[in-house]
């Protein structure tokens, strides 16, 4: 359809509406949006407010263990007198934050209501068991709490320490007749710690349904959020040990690399999700948490030993510790009796030093024959920060998100029914800017013509030069390997050509796959499995043959969100420096580098050849597509040669 007869059929679409704009009384539409300023006001914020919401992510929610929390007595009727709950953290310590958890039944998704919620209450710190005197620290009893739904009501001290945190509440929760209330988890934050795990709980109302409901479920760290984490995917769920051949105990060990004062430990199982949907999967049902003064357990002290351990689910397991030790291991005694009989294993295992997760830095070790290294998945993961579905953080950031969350779905709900409430602006207005819609929509389409053709013009002449690069780089690899094979066999001919056709064969096979490389580059769904990483590695083998290759350390994969063009663009670079190594440098070894630092890529590759001066060197294609791929990856590219030392190309670009 041509500009102007668009222009027409916008406008008769336009007079169309006529009719829907006459009963605006009762009917909003997106046109009446659109001439009404209050509803554009209200629709830019909630655009921004769904989009600040989106960054926050997915709460990964849902009850993963038999533990629900605690639940107060159901009754017939309003009870007399307020119930409370309350924790002793069997010191006067200083409190950042104070945490309740609403509770969920079984496994319920992210908009479903809390369970028993108190309708009213208040929350109050005391260094006198029996609250004869205490600080009022948030207080929702003038009016009923909104329904919470899964996010934790999170209250944010300053200042402030106490020895007992209790929860009053003065107005119970209803349901089918009966006036109860209900939570999943009370917890009290110092830094970066939960104080209140595992501290003895008193309450005024006693029920005890175990393995569901207890008193002491409320300080478990068990809970429909499962672990601090912001969702984000790797390619692993987590690492496992195997029972080795000779039935010893397997361990995993961290080696922190210095003797620190410890505080917690902290273990996150597997929630299998490779193949399967199961928290939990493979956490010991008994295992032994050990601590020592060097890495290789001389003298093993042992912190926590639990030989009947109920599967945590997503949850993780918080164990406070005390006593100085360099390394720290958890020994496995008795396999799940849900995953597999012989082999366990952790998403995750923390362990906190002043108040700071000092594991990160440490080096993790295994018994001899335990891991599965068949699946090639680093010792590392244990301490990477990342739990199965996410990357972990630290519980004051975490409440904060939630907070946060909670408070931009509460107003996008007002937005809401302040949109709703806007009627849409006289049917006189809208037939007014209906011509001037018309005029605009004819001069928008010819300028969107003339900028169609032009964009399309951009976009061929692009793919016609990427082409070019890309087939100079393909073709140059093969061809160099061809160069090769015909030396070889200059040097070595005789007057049998077997040898000379098995030289043939394997360039044929190398021509495969550097065909498989093209496909992988293209993004074919076949080739789509293999990483950079392992990209990187397959292509360095097949091209230097004849070079001894020395990679540094293993490459590692840039971050799962780097677009796949700038994987594209980095592996070309890799396959065309390795090309003029086999053209140009005689070299006999490689070194090869591709390491992440901070939030920038470097990749490093560094020969022993006879070199060159790149200030004198005529730029072929060849160097010249380096520059244009490290400009598109806005990094940039150096080369250093001479006779005596090689040559090295590095390329760094930003993640």
Do not use: C
């Not at 009754?75 to 002793?88: C, E, G, M, R, S």
């Not at 397959?538 to 994969?557: D, K, V, Y």
């Not at 591709?594 to 020969?607: M, P, Q, S, W």
Request: hydrophobic content about 40%; glycine content about 6%; proline content about 7%.
């Amino acid at each position: 359809m041509n500009a102007p007869r668009f222009a027409l059929a916008m406008l008769a679409f336009f007079v169309s509406l006529a009719p829907t704009l006459s009963h605006a009384e009762s009917e909003r539409s997106w046109l009446a949006e659109l001439l009404n300023p209050e509803l554009r006001r209200i629709e830019q914020q909630r655009a921004t407010d769904e989009r600040e919401l989106s960054k926050l992510g997915t709460p990964v929610v849902g009850v993963t263990a038999e533990q629900l929390g605690y639940q107060h007595p159901r009754l017939d009727t309003t009870p007399l007198n307020p119930a409370w709950v309350q924790v002793d953290l069997r010191s006067s310590q200083p409190i950042d934050w104070i945490a309740l958890i609403p509770a969920q039944l079984d496994f319920q998704s992210f908009d479903r209501t809390a369970y028993g919620f108190p309708k009213r209450f208040r929350i109050d710190i005391s260094d006198d068991r029996e609250f004869i005197t205490f600080t009022t620290v948030a207080n929702f009893t003038e009016s009923d709490f909104p329904d919470p739904g899964v996010a934790p009501v999170a209250v944010k001290l300053t200042g402030q320490q106490a020895r007992y945190v209790r929860v009053t509440v003065t107005k119970f929760a209803l349901e089918n007749g009966q006036y109860f209330f209900a939570l999943a988890e009370l917890m009290v934050l110092s830094g970066n710690r939960n104080i209140a795990i595992s501290r003895p709980v008193s309450v005024s109302g006693r029920y005890e349904l175990p393995p569901r409901w207890s008193q002491q479920y409320l300080v478990d760290g068990r809970t429909p959020l499962g672990p601090p984490i912001r969702r984000d995917l790797l390619s692993y769920d987590g690492l496992f040990a195997d029972v080795p051949r000779d039935n010893s105990a397997p361990f995993m060990a961290v080696d922190l690399g210095h003797t620190f004062e410890l505080q917690e430990v902290r273990l996150h199982p597997v929630h299998a999700r490779i193949g399967a949907d199961v928290p939990g999967f493979a956490f010991p049902k008994a295992f032994r948490i050990e601590a020592s003064a060097d890495a290789k357990f001389t003298t093993p002290v042992t912190l926590f030993e639990n030989l009947d351990f109920s599967n945590p689910g997503n949850n993780p397991v918080t164990i406070p510790v005390s006593g100085q030790a360099r390394a720290v291991r958890i020994v496995f005694l008795s396999p799940s009796a849900s995953g597999p009989q012989r082999r366990f294993g952790l998403s995750e295992f923390e362990v906190y030093a002043g108040g700071v997760n000092i594991a990160r830095q440490g080096t993790v070790t295994a018994s001899p024959d335990t891991l599965p290294q068949s699946k090639g998945w680093p010792l590392p993961l244990l301490i990477d920060g990342y739990t199965s579905y996410g990357k972990l953080m630290e519980l004051p950031d975490w409440l904060a998100m939630w907070t946060r969350r909670r408070d931009l779905q509460h107003q996008l709900a007002t937005l809401a029914e302040r949109s709703a409430a806007q009627g849409p602006r006289s049917l006189e207005r809208g037939l007014r800017l209906l011509g001037a819609l018309a005029a605009a929509l004819a001069f928008s389409a010819f300028a969107l013509s003339i900028r169609s053709r032009q964009r399309r013009k951009n976009e061929i002449e692009e793919l016609r030069m990427r082409l070019a690069r890309d087939l100079h780089d393909e073709i140059g690899s093969n061809l160099a390997s061809l160069a090769v094979t015909g030396d070889i066999a200059a040097e070595e001919a005789t007057d049998d050509t077997r040898e000379d056709w098995r030289e043939v064969q394997r360039v044929s096979r190398e021509s495969m796959e550097a065909m498989r490389e093209v496909l992988w580059v293209l993004g074919a769904r076949e080739e789509a499995g293999v990483d950079l990483a392992t990209r990187l590695q397959r292509t360095a083998q097949r091209m230097l043959a004849r070079q001894e290759i020395q990679w540094q350390a293993p490459p590692e994969n840039p971050p799962a969100d780097w677009p796949a063009e700038s994987r594209r663009e980095v592996f070309l670079f890799f396959k065309e420096s390795l090309a003029n190594i086999v053209r140009h440098s005689r070299a006999k070894e490689v070194e090869l580098s591709a390491k992440i630092v901070g939030r920038e890529f470097t990749l490093t590759i560094r020969d022993d050849g006879v070199g060159f001066d790149p200030a004198h060197v005529r730029e072929g294609i060849g160097l010249k597509n380096l520059r244009e791929r490290a400009r598109d990856l806005d990094g940039h590219f150096t080369i250093d040669s001479s006779a005596e030392k090689g040559t090295t190309i590095t390329l760094r670009a930003p993640l």
